[in-house]
């Protein structure tokens, strides 16, 4: 079938017509269809038997434009394409976390996939003070699969190759390359500021020498070094979860980039929801100790079952492989040196990447609701600077820090744990 933009009305009769939702739905008479998207870029449907309650699913549909700009702003729906093979690839090493796919069509932009209405969007849960106990360990299983088993560590380099070229993202790239690591840190006409933030604030970052030259640094790791296949776009609302599951969701940005964008982007984002509950938590009626703790704690554990699992990975790929460059009396050790020099340049760029994505949120044109949705602007600020500031020196100094206890404390020294 030829592209066609649907529309809720008819969603119905496609649905008739697709022999693969005959496995679903009963029957195609009284489909319930709602979009539901508050996405920028696409729209997403939630089709529901009113006859039968469980016959649901979830349809997203790619146009030839970004949503919230219109068609003014052309993008290719052949992202689709990518955020298709990006879920197929990811379910590969670790099913458990990403959506089952029911249909897609690449013609049609679209994918069916599980409904997961029963799993809220993370960042909204978390905005609400809401706990997930298992969700660091969900996390660093999702990272360490996905990105273990599409780096050249796992696959052999022809393979590897393949996968560069077919994971191609022009366009979605360069969103990133502008509006994460080069517009925010400019005076460029898109940027979006608080109103009470003041000019040498803005300023200290966007003419900081030290920090243009780190930035552009991150920069280029994101433009070159293609590692794994990475999401590319792993924040929290990429996430549905609920207290038992945890689902990564809206990979589109996926291309072959470093490691340590994606899990920087996920520190990134949890360390700004940090700050904002030293206002939240107040607003929420409760002390704002525990929680923040909670989130604190959640990093640390992100970060360190992400490296326990990656490097184990890594050592029964060794072993099964019985490879002859360690294969020598000292080599054990000498192995497990090569893994900790590779594994602390991870951690530095997932510091630098996580600092990117934390300065753009506030200078930027995309914003995070944790932080701007706080009505006092004054307050507002006052968390924005923090998060420039803790950005800035996670930047610059990030090839000094060695450990992610540092970089707790780090977060501590700018918004008090108390
Ligand atoms: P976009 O690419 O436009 O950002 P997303 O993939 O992030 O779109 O989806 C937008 C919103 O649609 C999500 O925030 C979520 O509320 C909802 N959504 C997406 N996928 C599902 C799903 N499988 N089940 C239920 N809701 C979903
Ligand atoms: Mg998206």
Redesign the pocket.
Known sequence: MPYQQLSVEMIPEYFSGLPEMKNIFSNFNNLNVRE???????Y?Y?VTNNDASNESV?L?QAVPFL?IVGESWPLPKERMTIEIKALQKASEWCPQHV?EIYYYSHEMSLVI?????THG?LRGQLIEGQYFAKFADHISTYLAETLFHTSDIFLNPREKKELVRDFINIDLCQITEDFVFTHPFEQNETNVYNIELKDFEIKSIQEDCELKIAVAEMKRKFMTEAQALIHGDLHT??I?ANEEETYV??P?FAFYGPIGFDVGALIGNFLMTYFSHEHRQNLLGREPYQYRKWLLDTIEIIWKEFVNKFELLWVEQATSEQSLYWAYERGEEHFKKQRDVFLLDLFQDTLGFAACKMMRRILGLAKVADIADIRDLKERARIENMTLQMGKKLVTERKKINSIEEVIDLAKSFSELR
Request: charge should be negative; proline fraction near 4%.
């Open positions: 539901v998207g508050d996405g920028n870029l696409n997403v939630l979830a997203k949503r959506p996939m599980k409904d997961l209405s969007v609302g990429s549905m969701i809206d589109e």
